[in-house]
C-alpha cells in the first residue's frame, strides 16, 4: 500500500514520466552501474548480515516487494536474489551474533 501511495504523490509531480525503474533494486541490465548477480547476492547477504538494527531487513524487503510489482523493469523477476539473500544475510548474522556471544 505504501508504495501505491509513492506512486500516486510521485505522478502529481511535475516532470513524472512513468513508472521506469520507480526505485527498484536489480543486477545486469537492471542495476544503474551493471552490477552482477553475484556481487549483488554478495553484497546484500553481507548488508543483511550485519545490519545494525534486527527490524529493518523484513521492512526492507517487504518495500522492495511492493515496488517490484510497479517498476517496468526486470524487477519483479529478479526479485528472488533480494529475497534469497535477506534469508541467508540473516543465518549469518544469527551465527556470527552466537560466535561472538559465546566469546564475551
Known amino acids: ?40 547476492l554478495v553484497i546484500e547477504i553481507f548488508m543483511t548480515a550485519f545490519s ?17 510489482l510497479f517498476a517496468d523493469r526486470p524487477a519483479l523477476t529478479q526479485l528472488w536474489l533480494f529475497q534469497v539473500a535477506s534469508v541467508v544475510g540473516g543465518a549469518v548474522g544469527a551465527l556470527i551474533w552466537k560466535a561472538m556471544a559465546s566469546e564475551i
Not at 504523490?9 to 551493471?34: K, Q
Not at 521492512?59 to 517490484?68: E, I, N, P, T, W
Open 52 to 68: 545494525r538494527s534486527s527490524s529493518w531487513a523484513p521492512r526492507a524487503k517487504k518495500a522492495l516487494a511492493g515496488v517490484a
Open 1 to 40: 500500500m505504501a508504495c501505491f501511495r509513492r506512486l500516486r504523490f510521485c505522478s502529481d509531480a511535475l516532470g513524472f514520466y512513468g513508472v521506469g525503474s520507480f526505485a527498484s533494486n536489480g543486477y545486469g541490465e537492471a542495476s544503474p552501474e551493471g552490477y552482477s548477480m553475484l556481487s549483488t
